[in-house]
């Protein structure tokens, strides 16, 4: 599995989280915690969010898709507000996840 990073690199986007030639990606951006002592809200989700949009455009990309749990009202309430669309309301999708004993399972493994 890959692990989670958080870089700044136009080029680490590009090769660790899959911008580039292939036109599905894949690109995580896990919630980040304050270090000990230093406030919430310093608006470090939004400038990344906003990197990953520039990236995305600048490699041809015409949407990114972020995905939340039902309970992280602070995160939904920012990605509206930075205009994004819940696909929850507007078009009702879930999301499923095959993995461990269900995909082998399914493999017949």
Known sequence: GSQVRISKEEEDLEVADGF?????YHCLVAEILP?????????IGSK????????????GCSQFRLAVLN???KAIDLYKALGAQDL??????????????????LAGK
């Open 88 to 105: 929850t309301e507007a078009e009702g999708w879930h999301s499923f996840r095959f993995e461990g004993e269900a995909m082998r399972k």
């Open 71 to 73: 309970w992280n009202q």
């Open 48 to 59: 990344i969010i906003k990197k990953v949009a520039e990236v995305a455009l600048d490699k």
């Open 20 to 24: 580039g030639e292939n036109p599905f």
């Open 35 to 43: 270090a000990p002592g230093e406030p919430l809200g310093q608006g």
